[in-house]
């Protein structure tokens, strides 16, 4: 059984227990622990169940590799699955459920797979749910989608509790890695005077050389971590970081760090994640080694453990997984594990060397009464929910002529894998060293930044170098380079002298043992969170699946959330030799950021609830929701669609505002009109390129309405002109238009146009305005007082500046609706006090604000168009008869060229025209008009769409517009609008305008 | 004529650092030639104020001048005198090309200062904020979270942020979520 030895643990506090559940069983732990550590100290040997084949699965590792002890963290409001207990801090009250498995861990319905796994080889989904078709959607998604997933998700109705947030840091060399090569790196980097920042994804700092031994000049390792971590918190220039990931590396010396302030303090104050988006100028990647399991037969039974994970185990909380434990390995590393376990009381049983020799440590073994049989293997590991018994052969065969031996655990290694993950993202090569089998960072071929030269650097074992002598070599030489590559000067200087037991040279060992017959292979995992075994990767390379990319794919190696960490050198190891090629030749799949998981808060920062976007609110915004708005997102402002009042339905207030501004005076807060101030000598001419008509012309005083199209002859925007002054002119564009229109005019201005003498500002906000309209408008204004707004004084389509109810402002004779009305202008600040004197003074005349629906079915009454209604893109002037606006005098403008083209001249284009429908009711928004025949693809063909539809409470009937092939050529046809509904429904072709033909009411 | 009321009438909030709304600045918006020696006049008779370099603020209380692009300029004015200071300037820069536009009540101020402002506008702007980058007489033009803002320094610890009136309200709120208690990051 796992159990907690008496000693040992340098990360645990025994004087601080902690309670915690594991599937609603009650267990103990200490401060220090991880959840891996508590499980096993409680001798929780399974953990949860394989993604396939539902086979029991137990801790494998002991850090963020961790591919099979995944579970549901947490309950309600803060529950996340697929949490790696091998990076989860123990903590009191913790509550983790294993996952995977119905209806409990012990008991699963779908381990049923794993019996029928010869029958569920790689490909099997993509061979078998193929035919009938049909079957796909009604038979086959509803099962895979039942059994798809790891974890659960949570509950759809919960939400967060906690927040999260970003932080930008530049500094000159960022180190990603706390353990001896990253503290030595940082500390030679930060000696030159660079700014330096240290992070390491755990809680300690060291990584796991304290664990594995040796001295640093002369002293404990410990000893060389604390010291340095001291000397670096000491100095100014650097900052350190604890429970801190590098996250993924980026062009232009771009990194992210995700920061897990408080998953190990749930509920404390301030943010759960903090993500670093940090830019240096080096980044040091000294993210250590990852060691690689051994592939044989029930090599994922629980209890089968990579072996410096249990060393870890052992030395850091003190804890064994098992008491008689078998250590296989092709390497001397492993050694130190059956010492370790061995000197901490427990039995260790055999070491099966798959080589014939080892070094120095095998002696030491043996001087503690270890038996080391070289030359030996596992041929299987039997036991179903922990490991029970070994059967040993020669490495060199098919697996036969085996002895058993009775153990609890096994330890394996098949040696070790630099993290070269942060190294991989931005485009650094790799190489394939032959002496430690593994790929290890390339150094003439790093990823390289803006200058051509390379950001990133890495160290220790992450850059191959596996004994602590040559890491901290290896480390001292990666700080001065990132330092000089950020333009400090490094002292060389003497790197530390790391010393430890010398190792034997390992030897690459793929298979264990090396023939092993087929139903062998088929148990030897090599994913074990995707359940990809030997005998997957073999099939899919006899299939023809000759690229490790496709071959991922096809098997799905290396797709689990652990992205392949351990099956990823194994895997193409044994697809290389299946295809009889070299494994460089094979190569890696692609590395891809984040580095393990990282949380959706932490993307997100501090983009939720009510911060999750911008909503820009006018001057009058809260007095619109106290007065009933029903908001209407308009790019990020809102809008009141219609001021609904108590036993009202939104269509009733519609309708409501629709009759009273017609009949009496309505108020419409136009304040997210946009206002661009164009000034300069070359105004008139810029005004002229940019509209399609000609505002050079327009008279001081006057308003003129203009289109402005793209260069490829598309209507972008539509507003009124107005002329300012000699070499002013005021640009309203469309509410969404005001940023990009802007944006639209500077581009001209500095890139085409440079030399022309114009200037633009946007003072869209600067603003309030507000649209006065209906029969009563002016004899608001006149009560108010003020400027003369009389027809004769103000006449349609002029502005002028002056005081309306002691308020300075500039008064438009602008319609969009065909009644009387004016657009008011005041300053922003002063907005809501002149809106309200206008619902005062207007009692008397019935007045009402309205929304923008009322304000879409005047316009549409009126036949007025709507960018973003009549128009999508692919519209042109000519397309909505607004040949009117478009100057034929002018040289030149944007679109004119394009609209020449024979596409836009085609006849055939559809016109914009009003449409009536016969009985009455409204047309479906968007709804096709079918014609005659069918297309290529045996669909109806369509001769045009409706772009606005409303019932119009004025004519009692429902109004639109819609664009119609040959539309203006045949008024008064019928023509037929199917619906999704199934109706079909019956339309006239008409003048689009329905109200006020002669605009008799708009010029009174 | 009544009384202005800037975006969110001086609400305040106090965390790890304290956040609250200036009210009404006076702000001019001036583009033109900044090496023209009219321009240059101009914005000394209207602030007192030499031109700014790239990226530099001369701005003292209520007045001062902001390099915002090669070709533009933040003039600072106290509210009241914000028509008369334009039309001196107008006035002046009458011989040259350029605009001078009133921008006061398009904008919203923001006050953030205590010992931990410094990190509290890094978790919201892409800008390195470190003592030995970002000084008093510096001014970014960048963003907060998802909308455009600028900010510079008064004294050590104490920024004001400018952005659009009608984002005021989430600004602050952005705000309040980057000062919430507990959210210190220590390295400021």
Known sequence: MSTRLANQGRLIDRSKQVTFTFNGKTMQGYEGDTLASALLANDQMMVGRSFKYHRPRGIVASGAEEPNALVGLGEGSRFEPNQRTTTTELFDGLKAESQNHWPSLEHDIGVVNNYVARFLPSGFYYKTFIHPKPFWKHVYEPIIRQSAGLGKAPDKETRDADTYEHFYAFVDVLVIGGGVAGLQAAKVAAKSGAKVMLIEQTAHWGGRAPVDGGTIDGEPVDKFVEQTVSELEAMDNVTLRLRCMGAGVYDHGYALGYERISDHTPGAQGPRHRLWRIRAKQIVTATGAIERPLSFAGNDVPGVMLASAMRDYVVNWGVTPGERVIVATNNDDAYRTAITLKKAGVDVLRILDARDSAGPLADEARGLGIRVDPGKAIAKVKGGKRVKKVAICNQNGIGGAREEVECDAVAMSGGWSPVVHLWSHCGGKLIWDEANAHFRPDPDRPPLGANGEGFVVAAGSANGPLSLGDVLTDAQAAGAAAAKGAGFKAKAGKAPVGETTAEAPMEAVWLMPANAEVQLRMKSWLDFQNDVKVSDVQLAAREGYESVEHTKRYTTLGMATDQGKLSNINGLAILADSLDAEIPKVGTTTFRPPYTPISMGAIAGEARGEVFQPIRRTPMHDWHDRSGADWEPVGQWRRPYAYVRPGETVHDAVNREVKNTRENLGLLDASTLGKLIVKGPDAGKFLDMMYTNMMSTLKVGKCRYGLMCSENGFLIDDGVVARIDEDTWLCHTTTGGAERIHAHMEEWLQTEWWDWKVYVANVTEQYAQVAVVGPNARKVLEKLGGMDVSREALPFMEWRDGQIGGFDCRAYRISFSGELSYEIAVPASQGQAFWDALMEAGKEFGVMPYGTECLHILRAEKGFIMIGDETDGTVIPQDLGLHWAISKKKEDFLGKRAQERSHMTDPDRWKLVGLETVDGSVLPDGAYAVGEGVNANGQRNMIGRVTSTYYSANLGRGIAMGLVKHGPDRMGEVIEFPGTDGKIYKAKIVDPVFYDKDGEKQNV | ?188
């Open chain 2, 1 to 188: 004529m009544s009384e202005p009321i800037s975006a969110l009438n001086h609400a305040s909030y106090d965390g790890i650092a304290r956040i609250e709304e200036c009210g009404l600045q006076g702000m001019i918006t001036l583009r033109g030639d900044l090496s023209g020696k009219v321009v240059i006049k101009a914005v000394k008779d209207a602030t007192g104020q030499k031109m700014p370099g790239q990226r530099e603020a001369h701005v003292d209380g209520e007045t001062g001048v902001c390099w915002m692009s090669p070709d533009e300029l933040l003039v600072l004015v106290p509210y009241a005198e914000v028509e008369a200071k334009l039309a001196a300037m107008k006035d002046a820069l009458g011989g040259v090309h350029a605009l001078a536009v009133n921008v006061s009540d398009a904008r919203a101020v923001f006050r953030v200062s205590g010992a931990s402002a410094r990190e509290v506008l890094a978790k919201v702007a892409p800008v390195d904020l470190s003592r030995d980058a970002f000084q008093p007489g510096q001014i970014r033009r960048s963003r907060l979270a998802q909308v455009a803002g600028a900010f510079w320094m008064d004294g050590e610890d104490d920024f004001r942020v400018v952005c659009f009136r009608s984002a005021a309200d989430y600004v602050f709120k952005l705000l309040k979520v980057a000062a919430q208690p507990g959210s210190e990051v220590g390295v400021y």
